[in-house]
């Protein structure tokens, strides 16, 4: 089966630029996760969306950062203004959720440069 | 945060056994004992998951102790392309809506020649 998409694989822009993220999960998956990973660290999660409504976005940065899943399908990751500091590896993933414990599959992810 | 420790890096022998430790002294009742592995450059892989008794599938074995305090993955035979950062990641049941997975910094194991 086809696996998470994420475009694009890599983006540089200036500090305070904007920018967007787009991923399409795996086909029948209710449950699509965005994560944040810094070189060096372990993936943070920034939102998290069961069909298109989401169900924790505690660690996204709402000043600057959001996220939309209109379909619950595809969902896009928006940056604006960008920080030096958003230099990062944005990750996408998906599960089938609901009552049964089920694996997280992640996509490539997205290199963010930010100078 | 993330309710695991692990040592920072561990190295094996190819064709040799490779156990990677982990404690979670905190578990619940309620949470499953999950690990990743994370190939450079690209995203996590799930391996495998357990609640209290040892799984094992095609890629490696989870062994859980009988108080659930920690666990450890066995990969039987190491090889090059093992080489990775393996998190171990306590994961709440699901309730309807599928749980998230909080990360650490996990291990990093080096598979040599």
């Known amino acids: 089966e086809a696996g998470v998409a994420q475009s694009p694989r890599y983006k540089i822009i200036e500090k305070r630029q904007s920018v967007a993220f787009w991923c399409n999960p795996i086909s029948g998956h209710a449950t699509l996760y965005w994560y944040q990973q810094i070189l060096g660290q372990g993936p943070k999660l920034l939102i998290q969306?069961?069909?298109?409504?989401?169900?924790?976005d505690s660690q996204l940065p709402k000043d600057r950062f959001s996220a939309e899943r209109l379909k619950g399908v595809d969902s896009t990751l928006k940056i604006q203004p960008a920080k030096l500091e958003d230099s990062a590896v944005y990750l996408c993933a998906s599960s089938l959720g609901g009552l049964s414990n089920t694996e997280a599959f992640f996509g490539q992810g997205t290199r963010l440069t930010v100078v | 945060d993330a309710k695991t420790t692990q040592p920072t890096s561990m190295d094996c022998a190819e064709g040799r056994a490779a156990n990677l430790p982990c404690n979670h002294s905190t578990i619940s009742g309620n949470e499953y004992v999950y690990w990743y592995r994370q190939i450079h450059s690209q995203g996590p892989q799930y391996i495998i998951h357990?609640?209290?008794n040892n799984e094992t599938n095609e890629m490696a074995s989870l062994i859980i102790t009988e108080d659930r305090k920690s666990s450890t993955l066995i990969l039987p035979h190491a090889t090059l392309r093992d080489t990775a950062v393996y998190y171990c990641?306590?994961?709440?049941?699901?309730?309807?809506?599928?749980?998230?997975?909080?990360f650490g910094t996990g291990t990093r194991l080096q598979v040599t020649l």
């Open positions: 990641i306590v994961r709440e049941r699901d309730t309807g809506t599928a749980s998230k997975l909080t």
């Open positions: 357990g609640l209290k």
């Open positions: 969306f069961q069909n298109n409504g989401v169900v924790d």
